[in-house]
């Protein structure tokens, strides 16, 4: 009886040990669909945060119609900054959706680079206060337009490492579908780099541009297919 028992243990052993994953090996789903909760959570929290840096100074109940409307405009600046914060992280996640609906794995580098745009989402909400605070300062709109680049630099990066040779990918993918959000990101990173060195010039210039390309990007492929992904 004791020895089929030590045979089966070392069956056993050797099973286990057969069977070990390697830190840098891939992985396969569902494991993988956890990175895309985690992911989706970090941006609620990112656009979620946003407005909480919208709220009047305290204020007197005495004072008349027309200052609370004056106390109301004087917010313009944080109310504009987070339409354009909301726009580029509704941006961010639909690009972020559309690059992970083609993984069919994910492995070691893929997560930490996935990290480590989300620490670039979720800095979002600190770099838009320091914009609607201090609109004027030339490094509040550099900081902010530096954030912006981060993600999409990032996201290239991420996109680029998981289509190269089809690593992450179908062999099956067309090149069409590859190309795509190389093209996106790349006109991306064209315009915010401009904006950065804008906004050491003239930072209300430099916002501008990012709320007009960030707003045009998401017009413009409602009426020219060709701007959608296949």
């Known amino acids: 009886m004791g020895r089929p028992m030590r045979r089966h243990s070392k069956g056993l052993t050797r099973e286990k040990s057969s069977s070990k994953i390697k830190l840098f090996d891939v992985i396969q789903a569902p494991l993988e669909k956890r990175l895309e909760t985690l992911s989706d959570g970090v941006f609620a929290v990112a656009m979620t945060l946003l407005i ?31 339409f354009l914060s909301f726009i580029v992280l509704a941006r961010a996640w639909e690009l972020h959706r559309y690059i992970f609906s083609f993984l069919i794995r994910h492995d070691h580098i893929l997560i930490y680079l996935n990290m480590a745009y989300l620490m670039a989402i979720i800095f979002v909400p600190f770099s838009t206060s320091l914009v609607g605070e201090h609109p004027k300062f030339e490094i509040s709109a550099a900081i902010y337009a530096a954030n912006m680049l981060a993600i999409a630099g990032l996201k290239f990066i991420m996109w680029s490492y998981a289509t190269h040779e089809r690593r992450l990918v179908s062999n099956e993918l067309s090149s069409t579908v590859v190309e795509w959000p190389k093209k996106r990101l790349g006109v991306s990173i064209v315009v915010i780099s401009v904006a950065i060195f804008i906004a050491l010039i003239h930072p209300q210039a430099s916002i501008l541009l990012l709320l007009s390309y960030q707003s045009l990007m998401i017009i413009v492929p409602l009426f020219h297919r060709s701007l959608q992904p296949e």
Not at 60 to 78: F, M, Q, R, V
């Open 52 to 82: 909480l840096d919208i709220k009047l100074p305290p204020i007197s109940n005495d004072i008349s119609s027309t200052e609370y409307g004056s106390a109301i405009w004087a917010l313009w600046p944080k109310v504009g900054v987070f």
